[in-house]
């Protein structure tokens, strides 16, 4: 492996690992995913890309490094390598990663306006019951999507970089952005229903982002990935139906923890009145004038 291979390795594992360390500072992403409140958003695209820098950088660690070889002969091969500095094609692999990273920045913030708001906001006028429906619908259709042949078409342009080069390499600096964007959409088409299951279910937290991590890792490095795909899609349908039938629940209740939290605020807002009154009611026993014995009428 050359020089600057390594620093490319080394680059994407340090900032994966910077991100998950970022990612326990986090806020509580369930909370901010209630409101259109633009400080919130802002807030939680950049909790979001963080999140996405460290779940899928070292699964695409093969990806990239290909794309930097493949780059670094062409332009080896051609009379730009008399004109440009040594490491010039640095900044398309940068490039590369940085439109790859958009496509999940964006899908994010299409998860949280699209999806997240409107569903908490349904979801605080529905019972468990009905949820647990909704949530074991999305569980299901999740886990039918790995049986599809658009899963297999996404994941096999992941597992096999040469492959994806081959069919969309594009040369120069807009070929960098085209084929980043490119490798984020066969990504995406490849992990959505994990995202999805993450932001719907109200499991945005490090032990269910470390697990999908995993099993995203696996998809793409094992060239069996498809069959992790499946075993997942399986487990997936088979919550889908136990969530659906009610007897088990999954979903992260935040509106009912919201409600809950309101219920107990109006309960401790009634005992400090309660309080509030009893407190004025010595006062006045107090205020009273106390008579002598023997002035009794």
Request: aromatic share 10%; charged share 10%; proline share 4%.
């Amino acid at each position: 492996m050359i020089k600057l291979q390594k620093i490319i390795l080394i680059s994407l594992l340090s900032t994966a690992g910077i991100s998950w360390l970022l990612s326990t500072y986090q806020p509580d992403m369930m909370n901010i995913m209630n409101t259109y409140n633009p400080i919130l958003i802002a807030l939680f695209t950049a909790s979001w890309t963080a999140g996405m820098a460290a779940m899928m950088f070292p699964a695409i660690v093969p990806m990239v490094l290909l794309y930097n070889k493949l780059v670094t002969n062409r332009q080896s091969e051609s009379s730009e390598v008399i004109i440009q500095p040594k490491y010039s094609h640095f900044s398309k692999v940068i490039l590369f990663i940085g439109m790859y990273l958009v496509v999940w920045t964006l899908t994010g913030i299409g998860l949280l306006l699209g999806w997240s708001v409107p569903m908490n906001s349904i979801a605080r006028f529905n019972e468990n019951n009905i949820l647990g429906l909704i949530f074991g619908a999305i569980l299901i259709i999740a886990g039918i999507y790995q049986f599809t042949p658009l899963k297999n078409k996404c994941i096999g342009y992941c597992e096999s970089p040469l492959s994806f080069f081959m069919r969309r390499w594009k040369n120069g600096i807009v070929g960098a952005i085209k084929m980043g964007i490119y490798h984020g959409l066969y990504c995406l088409g490849c992990c959505w229903p994990y995202f999805l299951i993450m932001v719907a279910l109200g499991w945005m937290n490090l032990a269910w982002m470390g697990l999908f991590a995993i099993i995203i890792f696996g998809e793409k490095i094992w060239t069996k990935g498809i069959w992790i795909a499946k075993t997942v899609g399986i487990v997936l349908i088979i919550l889908g139906i136990l969530s659906s039938l009610g007897l088990i629940v999954l979903h992260d209740s935040t509106m009912d923890m919201n409600n809950q939290n309101n219920t107990e605020d109006k309960m401790i807002m009634a005992q400090d009145k309660e309080n509030e009154n009893l407190s004025e009611d010595k006062s006045e026993l107090a205020k009273k004038p106390v008579m002598p014995h023997g002035m009794n009428m």
